[in-house]
């Protein structure tokens, strides 16, 4: 069967620091991959996605970057976090195209400080 | 252009009484269509999907969906609300890519 980790959990940054988050998938090969961010009291913004080893699309100007180094990895980064990127980051995978559904991993608390 | 409405921001029952919880859809085909649970601090589960197939959805933990393409519509049901059910709920659209169009939610409030 197929599992999505992420992290870490949680994470405080100060304002100005890097940033970077994980995302592996098991049990599938060439899975599309999705970056999420829910902000408090905000729905779900589709920051990323990838359908291949570097190929990377962005869905939203931000200070935000995704890398996809192996065919299961996902990474977000940052060079210098905002205030702004507080939220709950949660990565996402979907199969081949007759199943549409994502789904996603446990997600990772940020807060920046 | 899809979109998805979820017309409740917030939505409070009692324990054994039934649950509706509302959405509206945009779409110009024939879309598929998701209702996702959260509960706090964690990742979202797939509770059902609607594919263009049978029209009543039945999903995980008794909840159900009927895709009513008249009323753009794809509300979600449970016949008996348990207080576990308390949580946040997101209703999807899907491009025709698999990109994903969130409804800004319905938290579900449990009433002992």
Known sequence: SQTIH????????????????ECTVEGTSNPNL????????????????SVGIGQISSEVPQNL???????????????KLLLSDSGFYL????????RNEQFFGPGTRLTVL | AQSVTQLDSHVSVSEGT??????????????????????PNKGLQLLLKYTSAATLVKGINGFEAEFKKSETSFHLT????????????????S??????IFGTGTRLKVLA
């Not at chain 1, 992420?6 to 988050?21: I, N």
């Not at chain 1, 990565?91 to 007759?98: D, F, L, N, S």
């Open chain 1, 65 to 79: 970057s995704a890398s996809r180094p192996q065919d299961r990895q996902f990474i977000l980064s940052s060079k």
């Open chain 2, 95 to 100: 491009d025709l890519f698999g990109k994903y």
């Open chain 1, 91 to 98: 990565c996402a995978w979907k199969g081949p195209p007759v």
């Open chain 2, 18 to 39: 039934p649950v509706l919880l509302r959405c509206n859809y945009s779409s110009s085909y024939s879309p598929s269509l998701f209702w996702y649970v959260q509960h």
């Open chain 1, 6 to 21: 992420q992290w870490p959990a949680t994470l405080v940054q100060p304002v100005g620091s890097p940033l970077s988050l």
């Open chain 2, 78 to 93: 449970k016949p008996s609300a348990h207080m576990s059910d308390a949580a946040e709920y997101f209703c999807v659209v």
């Open chain 1, 34 to 49: 999705y970056w999420y961010r829910q902000a408090a009291g905000r729905g779900l913004q589709l920051l990323f996605y």
